[in-house]
């Protein structure tokens, strides 16, 4: 308590777990040298002199000094300014490089999986057609399901803002890691069920209400696909993985680690849930394609778990490490 008060770093787990930040860094540099093979092999390019990319590699490069400037943190305010801009710089990375590889994987993909994934819905008795004529019945639904949709960053800003105010930097690698082996389970899933999406598929005649992802499946991996399309434009990104649903995989993980910090998860489950319940309209996505994000998400919180146990044991790590460890999960 007198540390605080003084404003001096008090010694904490977060600095001697067995994850360190290398690893993510080591990580996030080899998936940036794959995107960008990926690119050239696929002879895709970003866009020269667009102001996202000018504001991206800003916000990038202004996170990498700030992170610099800390590395020896004295205080307890450094330690959580310097967690937090090396968690949001790593989250940042994990998702543009994501999305940019999911342009890349559309080049390669064949066909479109719409009737497949259509048939599973009809097996399990879903109707995204009769879900979507009650959103669009209902302006106030529009409205709530654009903004409960968009709501996808918020979530890890406010988890990551947590652990570095916490201290909680091995928990803020766990999330971080987990996030992008879902990121990556679902990108090698993605070329098996390329879709156009229920709303081109399913819906015939004019449409009474454009959903948020609107129809840039069906524009988009064509294009790609015959190259037609070759710069991608950073300000405009768009989703283009039907199946697994991300932000289904997003959500699911986001409700795990927030369930983890009871303060938080009076706010993050309602507004994860909204997420969810928003996804099939506004998101375009089939029920099916969000049963397979659901399995994506859990999946990598599986398999991370383990490897964290694993390394743990492996390296011997003190008894009083792991017990840190152990109360900030729960």
């Known amino acids: 308590m007198m540390q605080i008060m003084t404003g001096r770093a008090r010694p904490h787990h977060r600095d001697c777990h067995p994850m360190s930040g290398g690893l993510l860094a080591g ?45 020896r943190a004295a205080t307890t305010m450094q330690l959580r300014l310097r967690d937090f801009c090396e968690s949001l710089l ?7 490089l994501g999305v940019i590889a999911s342009y890349s994987a559309a080049v390669d993909t064949l066909g479109f999986s719409d009737a497949l994934l259509a048939r599973a819905d009809q097996a399990l008795h879903m109707n995204w057609v009769a879900w979507y004529e009650v959103v669009a019945a209902s302006p106030l639904l529009q409205k709530l399901g654009m903004v409960a949709y968009s709501t996808i960053y918020i979530s890890p800003f406010l988890l990551l803002s947590a652990y570095a105010w916490q201290g909680r930097r ?50 988009l991996i064509p294009a790609l696909r015959a190259r ?13 993985v039907c199946a697994p649903s991300f932000h289904t995989v997003c959500g699911v993980i986001y409700m795990a680690f927030g369930w983890r910090m009871p303060r938080l998860r009076r706010v993050l489950i309602p507004m994860n849930i909204a997420m969810l319940l928003a996804t099939p309209v506004e998101g375009t996505h089939y029920f099916i394609d ?25 390296l011997g790590a003190p008894a009083e490490t792991a017990a840190a460890i152990s109360a900030d999960i729960a």
């Not at 102001?51 to 990038?60: F, H, R």
């Not at 209400?209 to 524009?219: A, H, I, K, V």
């Not at 399309?229 to 990104?237: G, K, N, P, S």
């Open 27 to 71: 990580i996030v540099a080899l998936s940036f040298m794959i995107v960008s093979g990926m690119l050239l092999y696929n002879r895709l390019t970003i866009g020269p002199g667009k102001s996202s990319l000018a504001g991206a590699a800003g916000l990038g490069l202004a996170l990498c000094f700030a992170r610099y400037l800390l590395h």
């Open 90 to 96: 790593v989250f940042m990375s994990i998702s543009l």
């Open 170 to 219: 091995a928990e803020a690698h766990r999330f971080l890691l987990t996030f992008w082996l879902a990121a990556l389970l679902t990108l090698l899933l993605f070329p098996l069920f390329p879709a156009k999406g229920p709303l081109a598929h399913l819906w015939h005649g004019p449409i009474p209400y454009m959903p948020t992802s609107g129809l840039y499946q069906e524009q």
């Open 228 to 240: 037609t399309l070759t710069e991608i434009d950073l300000h405009a990104l768009r989703g283009l």
């Open 290 to 314: 969000m049963i397979l994000g659901a399995i994506v998400a859990l999946s990598a919180i599986i398999q991370v778990d383990y490897f964290m146990d694993f390394i743990m044991r492996r």
